[in-house]
T-cell receptor
Framework: AQTVTQSQPEMSVQEAETVTLSCTYD???????LFWYKQPPSRQMILVIR??????QNATENRFSVNFQKAAKSFSLKISDSQLGDTAMYFC?????????????FGKGTMLLVSP | GAVVSQHPSRVICKSGTSVKIECRSL??????MFWYRQFPKQSLMLMAT?????????EQGVEKDKFLINHASLTLSTLTVTSAHPEDSSFYIC????????????FGPGTRLLVL
């Protein structure tokens, strides 16, 4: 079974600054995906970024980038130039790569507050 | 991206009644859908995997007779909370992968259930 750990229940950052959210995971699988999802106050889950474990290059999506350290089983999210709209709960998630459908395992989440 | 809808968005019911929640994939077919439960300020917990044309697969600790799942078509899965009690009050979210081997899931907007 996989586990995902987010050790920061809450984080605060000022607008335009950079913040890093931490995530570690434990698995015996070699092929898998890692995700960061955002859940704003509306509670709609929104995919922020995805990383394939077999790719060494860190994924980036505009202001969002990850630091993927496979050996250390670490997957942190960096948000640059933080905006007020980034205020949300952020969940790190793991999915085993399979030929069929695989389930997502979520961490407990980090509440990010961006202040003016 | 693919769209998943849920209905109703919120429901209030009396203890002992049954409540049905619908999850629809609007622009793609989903032979598999997932149902999650989320308590306030907590993470998403997978309840069950809904399979079109066959029985749902429930996670350990989830009562099959309590949470009935029906996946009658390629675009619709329903979750029925039978004989609801106040402890069933929660936020229920469904998700669906857009295809076999697709390494992502699209989430519905969620349904807030309050049992009085």
């Amino acid at each position: 079974a996989q586990t995902v750990t987010q050790s920061q229940p809450e984080m605060s950052v000022q607008e335009a600054e950079t913040v890093t959210l931490s995530c570690t995971y434990d698995t015996s699988e070699n092929n898998y995906y890692l995700f960061w999802y955002k859940q704003p106050p509306s509670r709609q889950m929104i995919l922020v970024i995805r990383q394939e474990a077999y790719k060494q290059q860190n994924a980036t999506e505009n202001r969002f980038s990850v630091n993927f350290q496979k050996a250390a089983k670490s997957f942190s999210l960096k948000i640059s130039d933080s905006q007020l709209g980034d205020t949300a709960m952020y969940f790190c998630a793991f999915m085993k790569r399979d030929s069929g459908y695989s389930t997502l395992t979520f961490g407990k989440g980090t509440m990010l507050l961006v202040s003016p | 991206g693919a769209v998943v809808s849920q209905h109703p968005s919120r429901v209030i019911c009396k203890s002992g009644t049954s409540v049905k929640i619908e999850c629809r994939s609007l622009d793609f077919q989903a032979t598999t859908m997932f149902w999650y439960r989320q308590f306030p300020k907590q993470s998403l917990m997978l309840m069950a995997t809904s399979n079109e044309g066959s029985k749902a697969t429930y996670e350990q600790g989830v009562e099959k007779d309590k949470f009935l799942i029906n996946h009658a078509s390629l675009t619709l899965s329903t979750l029925t909370v039978t004989s609801a009690h106040p402890e069933d009050s929660s936020f229920y979210i469904c998700s669906a992968p857009p295809g076999v081997g697709q390494e992502t899931q699209y989430f519905g907007p969620g349904t807030r259930l309050l049992v009085l």
